[in-house]
């Protein structure tokens, strides 16, 4: 039973883009997977990658302005973007910025430790992430302000502490593995915290080297980037996607993923899952109505994507001017090749929009982060917690 | 008593390097124990009956066989390796592996640059690279062999795109062996393994013997190489190294005392040398010798890096011991402090599970553990090992031409895509140090160029007709003369005149013919010239 | 009291053994008392004191070398407890391997080595290990991490304590350090870490025979099982037992030279075994310095394989010697090899098939000798 990961705007291959796979299939494996099939460590997760095809700017952006130039390109954008997200009332400190946080909401840190500690990890140790983040998440469900958190009073002893706790703990619902396979202990550091010690020295480096400016400033610049890239990817994908005799290079790279899933499918694996992101959610959709409408996908679930909104402007090959909010039939039915399809975004991210006022047959799910601004858009699936909230919102469904 | 003959057989690539090999009686007891050189036939006294000979390969792989001595005189001949790529069979032999069964392509993580550096006494210096390298590649590992220049500390520098820089010690050879592959610890292209090894079949078996651990082997190839080695005239930097290393191992006194008398005043250049002779001296608690043994590890210091790496160890921990020595007598020991606080750099950036020393760093003394990439700026003497990709580094184009411009080629196969980018690789190229390296690249390039590739290369050299033709020569097939000169066009008169001359110079074969033609398409007569 | 057996005639040479076996880290995760703030992910152990008490336990029960016979055993453990003496079951309170109790047990064991240029020294460590440079293993008491001033000064400098035990008389000598060699990345920023010598080193280095044998090689981590032995101890007291013997004048004999050969290739085939993370020990041994004589011949485990694989199920397999059966292999369903365990000799295997799809025409020769003998035998499958 195959996965497949459509991506969104700002996707390009470099060094974190096999990382970003990597984190996101080890947490699809424990989390999605886990709700709609028996063994997820066997489901094949395709990821087509479409991001070269994508826009391409002949001046590499210099038409944005200059400050905003300044401040991209930073090499850690992302502990930034996701200190930003959390949005802490105080002035950030680099020796307790990490407590700070944990005081705000365990599952702030822990969404914080392990997206910034998945950036170059390579696949083994995306998996073992993976597993910690199954534990923590969970202890973060059921322990969000613990006690012992009044007696900390630095980072050191904090990551020591979680440390602790995590590993003391037992996920409910789960068997201890003692059965399937023996338990070994380390004599010296097992390292599976490595990762997590050095996402912490990452994020308290940004601090110290952002300190005395306001976070929010920073991002703008980033934002505006994004902003500037999904708008030429949207241009690229709507006059690039040609028709269904002859498909453009981005509709082809999905149908050639789609058939290749469509022949992984067995008796024992029988399920299609297709998870979109953003403008890849538009792609699929265009893809499963119009160039190729024979396949059946089992799932699909579009997250932080416009699907609604391009029906809305009626920009997808299939879409029927003559339905809209006055008509007769005032809204569009869920495709007839997907089962079941579930929308998730969040009010904060201004790319995210809702679908059931425009589809039927769609369950939106808003997942609320609390935070704002575009920053939200791209960290969906770098967050432990949102797997695993977007886990319950299937087991929600299938119940 | 029996005679038995025993010949262990094998390719001319491990011919006569030695093997250890033990005979057991059915008691399981061992009866004799001794080194055999491939392909020789050796004698051995035993009685009759019958015999497990276990031959211990250098590689760690051991090979079984039973014999029944049943006669006056028995034979056997016991073949040792079928490898499936001669080329790398040397290795295999030694046990340079490389995972067989992976999916990885050695081809498939590009860019992967090196370049070699040298030390005169007190500044390590880029060198050009040798222009006679072989170059073979299967799909998992690259293998290629280098000429170097006696008496000299070299190190092989190589990097790449995602491949951390790091410097590879080179044996104290004239020519070694080289085998890139991808690391089969991490499977994810971050890494590769270079192993470097000599063609001194004896040392380095004896070398792959001690790293295994075998000591027994060891001691029985080592006695035999070191007896060799103390008695014979001729030496050779490599075996005295290992030599003296074994001995060490050993602890015997007396044959490394033999050593110290013959060879650390002729070889005074290698660090391990100097290592070896101080921790010989620190084998007796007698103050004169100690304080030698001190002045031995900083002359290594000076010296540069030691080639191996229990060498680096054996600095490291007799620097240690003067320091605390120092330090138990309350007092201080400057030299030996600074000396200690270096080494302890290259401790830290050192691979310790390589047998030669390898470590990592953007020059030979700025160290550095993780740095990846091209070197931009600077890369004279740098060759591809491994094609660049344009996706990764917009700055091929300038890279190739610098490459061009000093004077190495890409051991990689020139695609014609690559020869497409020629022309303006040439134009930069043109514009930097006059003709003279214009010439010397053109020939460079004319040498190593395959022949179905010369003609379009001719085209792209247009306006260098006469050193085109010049160094074509030994190369065109003269059914293609007349394309190569129509296309380099406006060929002036005297330059047809310089080409036959060429061709004479060069005692083709062919020249009659060649001069021949010219004549006619000049309407000149070359034959008097 | 950390000496668990002494036993010492004035003049002649002896076995001294040093044996420290550390579970209990107070100021380390989930550790009692004052924990560091980053005790860079080093948790309680529990295979240490139990593998540590094994150890003794084979040692006085087995160790025997009539020229050096066991003189002394200084036994240290956390969490501190009870040794029970498995000869007699005389019970020996056991104080901790606290740095302070390990320098006091050090010194008498060291003085007792350095008695007689013919002594054997022993030296066993388990517990937690760390490196700062790769191949300079440093070695946690029970109070590593007591005072965060001095971080260091609860660490045992292994390769300073080994350069220093130049000094020692004792002509041969072995280490045994059943540890992790990983570098945490918090070690990276530190320059330079003084951890504790046992022994200052001394510029007088000569050695006589000498074993070291690490648990694992440098960067890489050693393992036990919760609350069993680990798999490096149980590996070298099976090679002390014999597997790691080799015979010599009639004797089998354990020495310098080959025990870490032998320990290494059992771990290496154990780690052929499901589940079982990759360990591969690292030694450094030289000469013929014995180590135990074995009161009788090993029992050497046999694996044997039939090509093709399928045959194994019809197959009955049997060992003879001198035309007598003295054994029959047993087929093991989870590897379809078959499995015994029998002394060093040469046998002969006689494979046949009741059933007569497969036959095997000539009985197989096996010389089996220890650490283990594994042997492939190619059937024929019958039309």
């Known amino acids: ?399 | ?529 | 009291m950390t000496t668990i057996f002494e036993k010492i005639e004035k003049d002649k040479a002896h076995t001294h053994v040093f044996i420290i076996g550390v579970g209990k880290y107070p100021h380390l995760l989930n550790g009692e008392g004052t924990k560091l703030d980053n005790p860079m992910g080093l948790r309680q152990l529990t295979s240490p004191p139990i593998s540590a008490k094994a150890f003794a336990d084979w040692i006085l029960k087995n160790l025997y070398n009539p020229d050096a016979p066991l003189g002394s055993i200084e036994l240290l453990l956390s969490p501190a407890g009870e040794y029970v003496q498995p000869q007699d079951g005389e019970q020996f309170p056991v104080e901790g391997a606290t740095m302070e109790n390990i320098k006091t047990a050090f010194d008498r064991w060291y003085n007792r080595c350095n008695f007689h240029k013919n002594n054997v020294a022993i030296f066993y460590f388990c517990g937690h290990g760390l490196e700062k440079i790769v191949g300079y293993p440093l070695l946690l008491a029970e109070d590593f991490g007591k005072n965060q001033l001095r971080l260091w000064e609860n660490a045992i400098d292994f390769n300073s304590t080994y350069l220093g035990m130049a000094r020692c008389q004792a002509k041969t000598q072995c280490y045994f350090i059943d540890a992790c060699r990983q570098t945490p990345s918090e070690l990276q920023e530190i320059q330079e870490i003084r951890a504790t010598a046992l022994v200052h080193p001394s510029t007088s280095q000569k050695w006589g025979e000498v074993l070291k044998l690490f648990a694992t090689h440098t960067s890489q981590k050693a393992y036990g099982l919760n609350d069993q032995i680990t798999r490096f101890t149980d590996a070298l007291i099976n090679c002390l037992n014999g597997l790691g013997s080799e015979k010599q004048k009639k004797q089998w004999l354990v020495t310098t030279g080959k025990l870490g050969l032998n320990v290494t290739k059992i771990l290496e085939k154990s780690n052929k075994e499901p589940n079982t993370p990759q360990q591969k020990p690292e030694f450094n041994g030289t000469g013929i310095g014995i180590i135990h004589v074995c009161s009788k011949p090993p029992s050497v485990p046999v694996d044997i394989a039939l090509n093709p694989i399928e045959a194994s199920n019809f197959a009955k397999l049997s060992l003879f010697q001198t035309g007598t059966c003295v054994s029959e292999p047993q087929l093991d369903l989870s590897s379809q090899k078959w499995k015994d365990i029998v002394l060093p000799n040469v046998y002969s295997c006689r494979t046949y098939f009741p059933l007569s799809k497969y036959c095997n025409p000539e009985d197989t020769e096996m010389w089996v000798q220890p650490p283990y003998t594994e042997e492939e035998i190619e059937v024929i499958k019958l039309v």
């Open chain 2, 1 to 529: 008593m029996s005679k038995l003959f025993l010949t262990l057989t094998g390719t001319n690539t491990i011919s006569h390097a030695p093997v250890y090999v033990e005979i057991l009686d059915t008691d399981l007891e061992t009866v004799a124990e001794l080194a055999i050189l491939i392909n020789n036939k050796q004698k051995i006294q035993l009685e009759l009956g019958k015999y497990l000979i276990k031959i211990n390969l250098p590689s760690g792989k051991v090979i079984k066989k039973v014999l029944v001595l049943e006669g006056q005189l028995n034979e056997a001949v016991l073949p040792l390796m079928s490898s499936t790529n001669q080329r790398l069979e040397w290795h295999e032999f030694i046990g340079n592996t490389y995972n067989w069964n992976t999916e990885q392509e050695i081809s498939q993580i590009p860019s992967i640059w090196q370049r070699l550096w040298s030390y005169d006494k007190k500044n390590w210096k880029v060198e050009r690279w040798p222009t006679k390298w072989k170059l073979t590649q299967n799909k998992i590992a690259i293998s290629f062999s280098l000429e170097l220049p006696p008496n000299q500390l070299q190190l092989l520098q190589i990097g790449g795109a995602e491949i951390h820089w790091r410097f590879i010690a080179l044996p104290p050879e004239s020519n070694c062996e080289v085998l890139v592959s991808p690391s089969v610890n991490k499977p994810d292209f971050n890494d590769i393994n270079v192993a470097v090894t000599s063609n001194n079949r004896e040392a380095e078996t004896l070398l792959s013997y001690l790293i295994s651990g075998n000591i027994r082997a060891a001691k029985v190839v080592g006695d035999w190489f070191v007896e060799k080695l103390l008695f014979e005239k001729s030496f050779n930097a490599l075996g005295v190294t290992i030599g003296g290393y074994f001995l060490l191992k050993l602890g015997d006194d007396e044959r490394l005392a033999k050593w110290i008398n013959k060879f650390v005043n002729l070889i005074q250049w290698l660090p391990d040398i100097s290592i070896i002779h101080s921790w010989f001296l620190l084998r007796e608690d007698d103050v004169a010798r100690v304080k030698l043994a001190r002045s031995c590890l900083l002359e290594a210091m000076k010296q540069g890096i030691p080639v191996y790496t229990e060498g680096m160890r054996l600095l490291f921990d007799g620097l240690l011991l003067f320091n605390q020595d120092a330090l138990a007598r309350h007092e201080q020991d400057v030299e030996i402090e600074q000396a200690l606080e270096l080494i302890r750099n290259y401790a830290t950036v050192t691979d310790w599970s390589k047998p030669i020393m390898t470590f990592y760093g953007t020059a030979p003394e700025s160290l550095s553990l993780r740095n990846t990439g091209i070197p931009e700026k600077d890369t004279i003497g740098l060759v591809w090992l491994t094609p660049p990709t344009d996706d990764k580094w917009p700055l091929v184009q300038e890279i190739f031409s610098q490459t061009v411009e000093s004077r190495n080629l890409s051991g990689a196969i020139l695609s014609n895509a690559n020869l497409i980018k020629l022309p303006e690789a040439l134009a930069s190229a043109r514009k930097n140090q006059g003709v003279s390296n214009l010439a010397y690249t053109l020939s460079t390039l004319a040498e190593e160029l395959p022949p179905d590739l010369l003609l379009p290369a001719v085209s792209a050299f247009r306006k260098n007709r006469v050193y085109t033709l010049g160094a074509f020569t030994k190369k065109l097939p003269p059914d293609s003369l007349s394309e190569a000169l129509s296309a380099a066009r406006k060929i002036k008169t005297e330059h047809y005149h310089a080409f036959a001359r060429n061709a004479f110079t060069e005692k083709r074969s062919d020249s009659h013919a060649l001069i021949d033609k010219l004549s006619k398409m000049s309407n000149k007569s070359y034959f008097a010239a």
């Open chain 1, 1 to 399: 039973m195959p996965l497949i990961f459509v991506h969104g705007v700002n996707v390009r291959k470099g060094v974190s883009y096999d990382d970003d796979v990597n984190n996101r299939n080890a947490l699809f494996q424990r989390f999605l997977l886990k709700e709609i099939v028996s063994n997820p460590q066997k489901v094949k997760i395709l990821n087509p990658y479409w991001g070269d095809y994508g826009v391409k700017f002949a001046w590499d952006k210099k038409s944005l302005p200059q400050s905003a130039i300044e401040e991209l390109g930073s090499e850690d954008e992302l502990p930034l973007i996701l200190l930003n997200q959390i949005q802490l009332e105080q002035e950030l400190n680099s020796e307790t910025v990490l407590l700070q946080v944990a005081k705000k909401s365990i599952a702030d840190v822990i969404d914080l430790l392990w997206a910034v500690s998945a950036e170059g990890a390579d696949e083994s140790q995306a998996e073992d992430l993976a597993d910690l983040a199954v534990r923590a998440v969970d202890y973060a469900k059921h322990n969000p302000h613990p006690d012992w958190l009044n007696n900390i009073e630095n980072d050191d002893q904090l990551l020591r502490d979680l440390q602790e706790e995590i590993d003391n703990w037992q996920p409910q619902n789960t068997t201890s593995n003692a059965e399937d396979s023996p338990q070994w202990e380390v004599l010296g550091s097992d390292g599976n915290w490595n990762p997590i010690s050095r996402g912490a020295s990452r994020i308290k480096s940004t601090v110290v080297s952002w300190a005395g400016r306001p976070i929010t400033n920073n991002i703008r610049g980033v934002l505006k980037g994004e902003v500037a890239n999904f708008i030429g990817d949207v241009f690229v994908y709507l006059s690039k996607r040609g028709t269904q005799d002859e498909p453009g290079e981005i509709v082809k790279k999905i149908i050639a993923t789609l058939l290749e899933a469509k022949d992984l499918i067995n008796t024992e694996d029988d399920k299609l899952i297709v998870v979109a992101h953003s403008m890849g959610g538009n792609i699929i959709y265009d893809t499963l109505t119009h160039f190729l409408p024979d396949i059946e996908v089992d799932v699909l679930v579009t997250v932080g994507s416009q699907v609604a909104l391009f029906e809305e402007m009626k920009l997808f090959q299939v879409s029927d001017e003559t339905i809209t909010a006055q008509s007769k039939v005032n809204r569009v039915s869920k495709p007839a090749n997907v089962h079941r399809w579930i929308n998730v975004f969040d009010f904060n991210d201004f790319l995210g929009f809702a679908t059931e006022s425009v589809f039927q047959g769609v369950k939106d799910f808003e997942y609320r982060t609390g935070n704002l601004l575009l920053a939200a858009h791209n960290t969906y699936f770098n967050l432990p917690t949102f797997h695993e909230r977007l886990a319950e919102r299937i087991r929600d469904t299938e119940s």
